[in-house]
């Protein structure tokens, strides 16, 4: 197995326990212009970054691309990605975190992260995604060089 995609399911898998029970989290990858959905822990997750990556636009995204963090409290209310917004909330999400972490020059990773409750990001869970994320780019970029 390419061990980036090792590290990257490793991350999916354990993004739970660090967060906590009742969030979905997923990782989407940018490879200079090539975006990918490249890990989750849930199904309904993945679809719903499989959205941003066919429209090219959605909250991860631009987490990736201005390199700062995304929060959606409500997704009854939010209406800045309506595409992958219906996809959220038909896969029962309410709510979204998304923070970027810098690879190297051509590599940004995000970490999503969903929520079956509106309103439910806390800024300790803000900084606790941030940490992680920081540690899967540094992992990331060590398991590239």
Do not use: K
């Amino acid at each position: 197995m390419d061990p980036m995609q090792a590290t990257l399911d490793q991350f999916a898998a354990r993004a739970v326990t660090r967060l906590g029970e009742g969030f979905r989290c997923s990782v989407m990858l940018r490879r200079g212009s090539r975006l990918d959905q490249v890990a989750s822990n849930d199904p309904g997750a993945a679809a719903c970054d499989q959205v941003e990556v066919r429209e090219g636009s959605g909250p991860c995204v631009t987490a990736i691309d201005q390199l700062h963090a995304v929060v959606v409290d409500d997704l009854d209310t939010d209406t800045r990605w309506p595409t992958w917004n219906q996809a959220a909330r038909d896969q029962g999400f309410r709510s979204f975190l998304a923070l970027p972490g810098y690879v190297d020059e051509t590599t940004t990773v995000a970490l999503n992260a969903y929520s079956a409750r509106p309103a439910t990001w806390t800024s300790h869970d803000v900084v606790q995604v941030d940490l992680y994320v920081q540690e899967l780019a540094a992992a990331l970029h060590h398991a590239s060089t």
